[in-house]
């Protein structure tokens, strides 16, 4: 992380799980359609690129396939993080932080299984399911 950045801190929707974390000055958001991102969130999850989070209160996670996990307050249910299992990242909700942590967005993953009744603006990269796929090592 640069020298540059910032602490970020924020909270799930009832206040019982806090998150502390460090971020570039303005962060990175990725959005992503997949079909388990759409049900876990009822939309698209978008993430904050940060760096070793703290997490505390009584977060929880469900194992949503072999490769990830997803991580929700166990108090309230909002969403904490997509989480990788390999290698044991977690891709913060950028929804915990106050306006998105002021981040910008980078990249939209699985763009076209996003829905029609939706789209983000602006000029991001869009990676396709098979892009995705090959950028994350998954075969589908």
Excluded: N
């Excluded at 990788?84 to 306006?99: C, M, S, Y």
């Amino acid at each position: 992380m640069a020298a540059d950045g910032t602490t970020l801190e924020g909270r799930c929707l009832c206040g019982a799980v806090t998150v502390t974390a460090r971020a570039a000055t303005q962060p990175r958001l990725h959005a992503c359609h997949c079909a388990m991102c759409r049900r876990h969130t009822s939309g698209l999850f978008v993430s904050i690129e940060t760096e070793a989070p703290e997490i505390t209160g009584p977060a929880r996670s469900f194992q949503s396939s072999d490769w990830a996990e997803r991580g929700f307050c166990g108090t309230c249910g909002s969403t904490l993080w997509y989480g990788t299992r390999a290698d044991g990242v977690r891709h913060l909700a950028a929804g915990l932080f106050e306006d998105a942590g002021h981040g910008r967005m980078e990249i939209e993953f699985f763009a076209d299984c996003c829905p029609s009744g939706y789209a983000l603006a602006g000029t991001h990269r869009k990676m396709s399911t098979a892009e995705t796929q090959a950028f994350f090592g998954v075969q589908p």
